[in-house]
Each structure stands twice: as structure tokens, then as C-alpha cells.
């Protein structure tokens, strides 16, 4: 089955400074790769996602970009605000399999 | 749409209960995930229903797990007898299929005394 890993798992940067986060997965199958934001007392929300067909994707500060040669995919916030903290969650999914990575605590300092 | 509604919002019982968490997914949503958040463990799929056929239970933990939808609008899980362990935050999830992005409720909070 599928295996994704997620680096790093907390993340503190400085308000207007970018955030990446990075995710590997294993399964070559793996065809969806969508992102999620986790506030305090919340469940998952997407926020974004690529398909094995596009190598990047961009909505206004956040963008995603896949390898799927390397088998990585990575998210990049830019102009951080201090309510982009939160957990972030990277996925893959190969057919009727979805695994989620551990989770990255990223915090914004003003 | 008021998004995919969860309740109870916390739950307290005592060792040896049967608790039954409640999830109603977005209507039009063909797909239902139930998932178990812990620190130790993160996210893990519990269970996955397509049109209200249960797919892959194969990350249930144990029997004392049971999951039913009797319809497209209403899921339950059942915990029973309920233990220590299973203290976690349960989430039901819906989408329009698997290589879609997921709904998620606001989750069931679930502590076993």
C-alpha cells in the first residue's frame, strides 16, 4: 500500500517569510495529491491539490508542485500570515487508497 | 450546504459502553470515510462506504468496531465495548469519489474513562 512521508513536522517562520513543506510517497500508482489545514478543534480542510498530470498548481499565495519521478510533492505558502498556523496534511491517493501524511505544525510569528 | 454534520460534538463514557458517533455527508457525495485522529497514530482510515456499500473495513481495529450506512444522507460508528484506547478524535469525511478532495466534519471528540 501506499506510504507517504512528511517533513518537517513543525515549521516556525516569520510573518511575510515563505513555508515549505515537503511530502514523498511510494506507490508510482498514486495519481491525487491533495493538501489539508487543520485548525485547533477542526477537521481537515483541503486547500489544495494536483493531479499526476499537472506539475504545478498555484492559488493566489499557496502553489503545489509535484515530481513524480522523485515521487515528491511539495507546498509552498508565500507571504505568511499569522493565520496560516495551523497543522498542514499532505495526501496521495492511488486508486481506493488514501494516505495521509503525519502533519506539519507550522506557526507564523508576527 | 451546512457541510458534512457530526455528532455527538464530545463524548465521555465509561469503560465497557457502547457509543455510537453519527455522521450526515454532503448530499450528492457517493463516497463516506470515517477516520480516527490520535497523536500517536494521525489520521487513520477506518472505514470507506461507495453509495452506502462498505468497501474496505480493513483499518477497523478490532470487532468491537461496527460501521453502517443505511442510507446516502446518515452513517454510524459503534464502538462496543468501548476502552481506554479507543480515546481519539473520530472524523467522517464525504466526497463525489476517491480522487476528490474530502469534506471533512468537525469530528467527534471520544474519551473512555
Known amino acids: 500500500g501506499e506510504n507517504v512521508e512528511q517533513h518537517p513536522s513543525t515549521l516556525s517562520v516569520q510573518e511575510g517569510d515563505s513555508a515549505v513543506i515537503k511530502c514523498t510517497y511510494s506507490d508510482s500508482a498514486s495519481n491525487y495529491f491533495p493538501w489539508y489545514k487543520q485548525e485547533l478543534g477542526k477537521g481537515p480542510q483541503l486547500i489544495i491539490d494536483?493531479?499526476?498530470?499537472?506539475g504545478e498548481k498555484k492559488d493566489q499565495r499557496i502553489a503545489v508542485t509535484l515530481n513524480k519521478t522523485a515521487k515528491h510533492f511539495s507546498l509552498h505558502i508565500t507571504e505568511t500570515q499569522p493565520e496560516d498556523s495551523a497543522v498542514y496534511f499532505c495526501a496521495a491517493s492511488s486508486p481506493y487508497d488514501m494516505r495521509f501524511g503525519a502533519g506539519t505544525r507550522l506557526t507564523v510569528k508576527p | 450546504d451546512a457541510g458534512v454534520i457530526q455528532s455527538p460534538r464530545h463524548e465521555v463514557t465509561e469503560m465497557g459502553q457502547e457509543v455510537t458517533l453519527r455522521c450526515k455527508p454532503i448530499s450528492g457525495h457517493n463516497s463516506l470515510f470515517w477516520y480516527r485522529q490520535t497523536m500517536m497514530r494521525g489520521l487513520e482510515l477506518l472505514i470507506y462506504f461507495n453509495n452506502n456499500v462498505p468497501i474496505d473495513d480493513s483499518g477497523m481495529p478490532e470487532d468491537r468496531f461496527s460501521a453502517k450506512m443505511p442510507n446516502a444522507s446518515f452513517s454510524t460508528l459503534k464502538i462496543q465495548p468501548s476502552e481506554p484506547r479507543d480515546s481519539a478524535v473520530y472524523f467522517c469525511a464525504s466526497s463525489p469519489g476517491w480522487a476528490y478532495g474530502y469534506t471533512f466534519g468537525s469530528g467527534t471528540r471520544l474519551t473512555v474513562v
Open positions: 494536483i493531479r499526476s498530470n499537472v
